[in-house]
């Protein structure tokens, strides 16, 4: 029982590098995210999912693109990583669009040099 | 904008209780979320209330509801020191047809023996 998987879990860049963090789910959820996590600020929602070819914008999209061609795959992709993406990045899912339990991946640690 | 709010930090000794307050402003929000996040993991749900209710008991966990005041509580009863990690608020956000979830900064409870 994998749930959201979530590779890799620690990544060094340097400035101007790209790079794709995976996210992968095996329980058929429709929506799918992903969050950045900085000290004293929370989680802040980067780009969004609600089912296979549709992608949204969250708080903080800037410098990162998302595509979602399948139900179970939707990796986050930094084009031109900068120091201030460094963050751990968290994918989740959940079953509905609208409502419902939002599970976890166990995050990615990301350094930008 | 939508906006969640929570202390920082909040120590409490080992069987006493504990109570993380939460401040929201979407007053369209439909279900209000309490997740907890060990150290180096992902977040758990830990349990939810929906928007019509005002309180809902879950074995030691209590969450209060006050819509009027827009702020949410949890209380831990007996608090453990497994319960030491970090405590995120999170609120539902309705823009158009999809549902985010918007989380607060997150309380880091310390529990003393």
């Known amino acids: 029982n994998a749930g959201v998987t979530q590779t890799p879990k620690f990544q060094v860049l340097k400035t101007g590098q790209s790079m794709t963090l995976q996210c992968a789910q095996d329980m058929n959820h429709e929506y799918m995210s992903w969050y950045r996590q900085d000290p004293g600020m929370g989680l802040r929602l980067i780009h969004y999912s609600v089912g296979a070819g549709i992608t949204d914008q969250g708080e903080v999209p800037n410098g990162y693109n998302v595509s979602r061609s399948t139900t179970e795959d939707f990796p986050l992709r930094l084009l031109s990583a900068a120091p201030s993406q460094t963050s751990v990045y968290f994918c989740?899912?959940?079953?509905?669009?609208?409502?419902?339990?939002?599970?976890f991946g166990e995050g990615s640690r990301l350094t930008v040099l | 904008g939508e906006d969640v709010e929570q202390s920082l930090f909040l120590s409490v000794r080992e069987g006493d209780s504990s109570v993380i307050n939460c401040t929201y402003t979407d007053s369209s929000s439909t279900y209000l979320y309490w997740y907890k996040q060990e150290p180096g993991a992902g977040l758990q749900l830990l349990t939810y209330i929906f928007s019509n209710m005002d309180m809902k008991q879950d074995q030691r966990l209590t969450v209060l509801l006050n819509k009027k005041d827009k702020h949410l509580s949890l209380r831990i009863a007996d608090t453990q020191t497994g319960d030491s990690a970090i405590y995120f608020c999170a609120e539902t956000f309705s823009m158009d047809s999809s549902y985010k979830l918007i989380f607060g900064s997150g309380t880091r409870l310390l529990v003393r023996p």
């Open positions: 989740a899912s959940r079953p509905g669009v609208r409502t419902g339990e939002l599970f």
